[in-house]
């Protein structure tokens, strides 16, 4: 199984500060590397997929990059709406795994 | 627009069974792969099961493989998990979720599934 690790596990951080979140793999995942934001008690939104498409509707402050086993989230100016949860997943081979998440929070 | 929504959680004893279902509405259901996923109380998300648009195929994570059975019947646009020999490790919210490239581009609300005497 393809093991994902995020860093940091939670992140507290200003409105207007640069956040980036690091996911590594335990293998190569190729291109099939998705991020989704959840906020609390609601279902997770996609955000990137394919390492660096943002997803329809996300504001561009979101990007990500990446390639082979490590991979990273950055938001470049953060927004009261994205303090939130971030997983990381992969999609190269079953079982599908995900991040342990990343937590942003108010400074 | 893309609406999925779950039915069927609630509480169970071990060693219960109970059945999930989602219905789909806002897309050609049967072209899309589907997936359930899930997370347990203050934990991350766990992928569980996925199934093919055709239903033909299934995937399944080593901790309810041979408990748990997704299923589809695309002529009601329904995606199913039948959970059977369910454990308190099982207790998590249950959400169904399309998936495009292996990607889970669309959630539903989610259902809770607590396991307890």
């Known amino acids: 199984d393809i093991q994902m690790t995020q860093s940091p596990s939670s992140v507290s951080a200003s409105i207007g500060d640069r956040v980036t979140i690091t996911c590594r793999a335990s293998q190569v995942v190729g291109s099939w590397l998705a991020w989704y934001q959840q906020k609390p008690g609601k279902a997770p939104e996609l955000l990137i997929y394919?390492?660096?498409t943002l997803q329809s509707g996300v504001p561009s402050r979101f990007s990500a990059s990446g390639s082979g086993t490590d991979f990273t989230l950055t938001i470049s100016s953060l927004q009261p709406e994205d303090f939130a949860t971030y997983y990381c997943?992969?999609?190269?081979?079953?079982?599908?795994?995900f991040g342990g998440g990343t937590k942003v929070e108010i400074k | 627009e893309v609406q999925l929504v779950e039915s069927g959680g609630g509480l169970v004893q071990p060693g219960g069974s109970l059945r999930l279902s989602c219905a789909v509405s806002g897309i050609t259901f049967n072209i899309y792969d589907m997936s359930w996923v899930r997370q347990a109380p203050g934990k991350g998300l766990e992928w569980v099961s996925s199934?093919?648009?055709?239903?033909?195929?299934?995937y399944y994570a080593d901790s309810v493989r041979g408990r748990f059975a997704i299923s589809r019947d695309n002529s009601k646009k329904t995606l199913h998990l039948q959970m059977n020999s369910l454990r308190a490790e099982d207790t998590a919210v249950y959400y169904c979720a399309k998936v495009v490239a292996d990607t889970f581009d669309d959630w539903g609300q989610g259902a809770l599934v607590t396991v307890s005497s």
């Open positions: 199934i093919s648009g055709s239903g033909d195929g299934t």
């Open positions: 394919g390492t660096s």
């Open positions: 997943q992969q999609g190269n081979s079953f079982p599908l795994t």
